[in-house]
């Protein structure tokens, strides 16, 4: 089975230039005060302020995100995990690779009330019980979280 969010992302990166471009012309028609004195009367310094912290605000919010590429195949003899981070000054790419037999156990958190999801892997090792960085699944479908889990619950030897 193989899993994978790319056309989710296409969409987010969609609604992130539309959104960009949205602010720069509020911006901008607010500092030539052309939006402001016609409909809202208020000084334009004071608009540009209300649109700067709701851009930041949104910002912060979708790097706390940390909307990621992610990739999932179990068709081999091992589990196949790549994924990325869209920030903007995070391009490492990383894959983790898990024998089927060696999943310990998995655990999705939930956070933001659903809105931020992650994926904690543990594999059993020679050395004991290894925990994996955890992986952004925030940008995954519902129904692929439901694959996965169901995947990953055939192959892990601790059950939850």
């Known amino acids: 089975m193989e899993i994978q969010n790319y056309d989710n992302l296409v969409k987010y990166r969609v609604y992130t230039i ?9 911006y901008t028609l607010s500092v030539l005060e052309i939006f402001t004195k016609n409909i809202y ?8 302020l209300i649109v700067s912290v709701l851009m930041i605000g949104i910002l912060i919010y979708t790097l706390y995100l940390n909307v990621s ?3 999932f195949n179990d068709d081999e ?3 196949k995990f790549k994924y990325f981070s869209l920030k903007i000054f995070s391009s490492k790419r990383k894959a983790i690779e898990i ?3 060696s999943l310990y156990k998995f655990e999705i958190q939930k956070l933001l009330g ?8 543990y594999a059993r090792t020679k050395k004991g019980i ?3 960085p955890s992986i952004s699944l925030t940008y995954v479908s519902k129904p692929d979280i439901s694959k ?4 990953l619950n055939m192959y892990s030897i601790k059950k939850d």
């Open 77 to 79: 003899e091992k589990l």
């Open 114 to 121: 659903g809105k931020k999801i992650n994926l904690l892997l």
């Open 99 to 101: 024998e089927k037999t």
């Open 130 to 132: 290894a925990k994996y």
């Open 69 to 71: 590429f992610f990739y």
């Open 41 to 48: 009367n208020m000084p334009a310094l004071n608009y540009v």
């Open 148 to 151: 996965l889990v169901e995947a």
């Open 18 to 26: 539309i959104g960009l471009v949205i602010f720069i012309t509020l």
